[in-house]
């Protein structure tokens, strides 16, 4: 709310001003301190004293004054437009800075009257400053309420960031936000983990404390060993106790955001406890400290690596200052007194009479033509422009502002019915809205704009304090970390220039603990920082990336648990030593079965082989064959195929060898029986018909059981992941337990049965018996298949297969020799055997008879 109100009050304020068309202003720290007077209830003012003349601060207020001298010079950029400006020295005191603040929004009037509607154009549309961070938090704070935009070239405070609390603020400088990034990305860049944190008791190190915290979480990866608050004045019990913190922490890299009054103090503890082996890392503040690059301080402070202000070109800024001269800034009367300061500091003279309160010397009187070229002074060094670089940026991008502005088409522009601004009605929240849409590129090629917070994209030289052989110093630039809008953060360093206060001439080791080697994991100390761990192995099945990672479930960790593998297969192989031995002996047997049934084809005309049923004995030799090679569907990795024929073909093919031995026992004892007297009509029943019926039917119903089987619930191939963590098992599941159960079962009632027929018939009066054969063949088939149940159940993966081709083979075996091992005895050792009288012995007649005529 506006008031009517008279207002009397006057600024003693230290300034410099150029009149103008569009008038800009600019804070600077021009004296490093001030003298507060008495306060008095007299009538007459009293007036600051402002001490401690800075040249590179009044540099930085001339740089100002050439970049708007630059501008009025070209005709492309604001044409016929004037720009002026008011430059005022903050002194390094708040309250002075504040007052030249208001000073600039409110006009230099001794009266000046506040109308009720606020109606005017302020002295000024635009401020460059201030330098200090707590300085530009007061006066932006009360500038936001008039909307004036204003430009800072070094306040690096993140909370100046916030737009809902300073909705006109801007700067040129990357805030302390990105300063805190680029920090990060350099300790990444070398693998420091483990860093100590020293910051200064104010807005800045507040700030910049919480916001490397909450980046460095962020980030990951690094963590804090300590985090300090550097004492303002002199506090050397606080020193003490945090340099003696810093030599007890494994932490090697410090990082310093503080002024360079703060290192000043903390150095000379450090020194007085000779703390070595220190990286230092240093904020902009106090990066390029002149103060600091001693012969001093170097043996502890060479091989800073530090963030600084972008370093920049301006052609023709030193010719500028060079013409400086006190009857020309003093030619129109407008107190210019800073010029008049500045040249009693460098020719330490004084002008008549001295100004009150602003006399920087004693001495000989100033003639104000004295050569500048004649004395040596740091205002004139243009080697290493950053604050100024960043002045320059802030007067351009004002001045592009207000260009845009003036370009403004009738008709078409931004504001209250497409309204545009004009330079005689400008209000400054006007030229807001064109400061925060401005892009422009610099001579030296670096991208001006601004962004939704009123920051310019941030870019910082990254420097490296050198001591060199012949003691002198020198800081490099030795690479930069910027942020554009397309690639995001970027760092780049020139490593080879970047020298290393060690001996190895390498970075120093910074980390809690030891990155932990392949196959391991990380287990956070109980109390600790992240980056403190022990290193646990990982388990079988994962290996190490931040936590030990399970493997996918095809895969298994390697031995040293640093990657995935593919897990090994398992089956049983033609390959290895149990398949190969399994193969031999199914094509062993069945090559045993090829030459007994050559032999018995050979023989088949003698006795032995027609009195034991030839064409029998023929289709039993067959079906063991099929036994021998069904054994070989078991070996090899399971396919579809492979599982459903071989259970299908094991059933069947048994079933006929059990079929035909149980039909051979069941013509023995009907033979028998025939030879007593009224059995002849038992016979009839068994002729050749009836025994091929016989066996097909039998065969038939192991035939529909593995029909059924394989239609409801086909064996199918599986991985098998549970009988071992680091292999794949393939095997064949059965599908349905119970067809399987029924398969086996199936065989075993023929076989017992087989079994107990010629157990009963083994006492024939035969002098050779093959009812005995029988008997000892289907009792080691018994014997080896009651072994095969719970040995099958119990084998894991491949020798489940290798357990049941076992079996097949034994059993085959077992039947093969028991039923004709002996008589391929008799046919190829003992032919004097192979007689009918042999073969009918003490049989009767008869019954032999019989015998051979079923043969």
């Known amino acids: 709310t506006c008031f009517t109100t008279l207002l009397y009050l006057q600024f003693y304020l230290n300034g410099m001003h150029k009149p103008g068309d569009v008038i800009l202003g600019g804070l600077f720290e021009v004296h490093y301190t001030s003298v507060f007077p008495e306060l008095t209830f007299t009538s007459e003012p009293n007036m600051l004293s402002c001490q401690g003349f800075d040249p590179p601060g009044f540099r930085h207020a001339m740089t100002m004054a050439f970049a708007i001298d630059e501008i009025n010079k070209n005709s492309n950029l604001l044409p016929n437009v004037t720009l002026g400006y008011s430059l005022y020295d903050n002194c390094a005191t708040l309250v002075i800075g504040f007052s030249a603040a208001l000073s600039l929004v409110s006009g230099q009037e001794e009266k000046f009257l506040l109308h009720e509607n606020c109606l005017g154009t302020p002295p000024v549309v635009g401020i460059v400053g201030d330098s200090f961070s707590t300085f530009s938090i007061a006066t932006s704070d009360v500038i936001g309420l008039f909307k004036m935009p204003i430009v800072s070239y070094f306040a690096t405070c993140s909370c100046l960031s916030d737009r809902h609390k300073f909705p006109s603020f801007f700067r040129t400088i990357p805030s302390d936000a990105f300063q805190v990034h680029a920090m990060i990305l350099i300790l990444k860049h070398f693998g420091w983990t483990w860093a100590g944190l020293l910051v200064s008791d104010d807005d800045y190190g507040v700030h910049v404390a919480r916001s490397f915290r909450q980046a460095l979480a962020q980030s990951g990866g690094s963590c804090l060993a300590y985090s300090e608050i550097l004492p303002w004045g002199e506090n050397s019990a606080e020193l003490r106790r945090i340099v003696e913190v810093m030599k007890k922490s494994t932490a090697r890299v410090v990082i310093v955001f503080a002024h360079q009054i703060h290192m000043i103090q903390l150095m000379e503890e450090v020194i007085k406890q000779n703390v070595t082996g220190v990286q230092w890392m240093a904020s902009e503040a106090w990066t390029t400290a002149a103060v600091l690059q001693t012969t001093h301080h170097m043996p502890y402070l ?71 070229a004649n004395v040596e002074t740091e205002f004139l060094d243009v080697s290493n422009l950053r604050p100024e670089y960043n002045i320059y940026k802030a007067v351009y991008a ?58 310019a994209l941030p870019i910082y030289d990254i420097m490296n304090w050198q001591w060199l052989p012949d003691g002198s110093t020198k800081v490099q630039n030795v690479g930069v970390v910027k942020k554009t809008a397309l690639k995001g953060e970027e760092l780049r ?60 479930e095809d895969f298994w960790s390697s031995p040293q648990r640093d990657r995935c593998v593919p897990k090994k297969t398992e089956f049983l192989s033609y390959h290895e030593p149990l398949g190969i031995c399994l193969t031999t002996a199914s094509l062993l047997g069945t090559f045993i079965c090829a030459v007994v049934l050559g032999i018995f084809t050979h023989y088949r005309s003698t006795p032995i082989v027609r009195a034991n049923n030839s064409e029998l004995s023929f289709l039993l030799l067959v079906s063991l064959k099929l036994c021998f090679l069904c054994s070989l569907l078991f070996i090899g990795r399971p396919r579809l195929w492979t599982c459903q024929l071989r259970h299908a073909a094991f059933g069947i093919s048994f079933v006929l060898c059990v079929s035909c031995i149980l039909v051979k026992t069941m013509v023995v004892v009907a033979v028998f029986k025939a030879s007593k007297p009224g059995g002849g009509a038992n016979i009839k029943w068994f002729g050749a018909v009836q025994q091929r019926g016989t066996v097909l039917v039998l065969t038939s119903i192991q035939a529909a059981i593995c029909a059924a089987w394989l239609i409801s619930s086909s064996p199918v191939p599986y991985k098998n992941t549970q009988y071992y963590n680091d292999k794949i098992v393939f095997e064949c599941v059965v599908g349905s337990t119970i067809g399987f159960a029924v398969l086996l079962g199936y065989i075993g009632v023929l076989a017992i049965l087989s079994f107990l027929l010629a157990f009963l018939a083994r006492n024939l009066p035969d002098n050779f018996n093959e009812a005995k054969l029988i008997t000892f063949s289907m009792l080691i088939f018994c014997a080896v298949w009651v072994a095969f149940v719970p040995a099958y159940i119990n084998s894991p993966g491949k020798y489940a297969d290798a357990v049941e081709v076992f079996a097949i083979l034994a059993s085959s075996f077992g039947l093969l020799v028991a039923l004709f091992g002996p008589k391929c005895y008799i046919i190829l050792l003992k032919p004097e055997r192979n007689t009918k009288k042999e073969i009918m012995g003490r049989g009767l007649a008869k019954s032999q008879g019989i015998s051979f005529k079923q043969s």
Request: proline share 7%; aromatic share 10%.
């Open 302 to 372: 060479s091989g800073t690596l530090g963030i600084a202000i972008r370093r920049g070109e301006i052609p023709g800024l030193r010719d500028f200052l060079m013409k400086i001269r006190p009857d020309i800034y003093d030619s129109n009367n407008n107190g210019n007194s800073m010029v008049r300061q500045f040249w009693e500091y460098t020719f330490q003279c004084r002008f008549a009479p001295p100004p009150s309160g602003w006399l920087q010397g004693g001495g000989a009187l100033c003639t104000g033509q004295e050569e500048l």
């Open 398 to 455: 004002l001045a592009y502002a207000l260009d845009d502005m003036l370009h403004c088409a009738p008709g078409r522009g931004p504001f209250s019915g497409h309204s545009c601004a004009t330079l005689q009605k400008l209000e400054p929240w006007q030229l807001m809205h064109y400061l925060e849409k401005v892009h422009f590129t610099t001579p030296f090629g670096d991208e001006v704009s601004f962004d939704e917070n009123g920051d």
């Open 493 to 552: 360093l020139d490593e080879d220039k970047i020298f290393w206060n060690s001996n190895s001439k390498q970075p120093v080791q910074s980390v809690c603990s030891v990155s932990c080697p392949p196959g391991t994991r990380m287990a956070r100390k109980n109390g600790q920082p992240a980056c403190c761990f022990d290193c646990v192995r990982c388990s079988e099945g994962k290996f190490n990336s931040l936590e030990c990672t399970s493997c996918p």
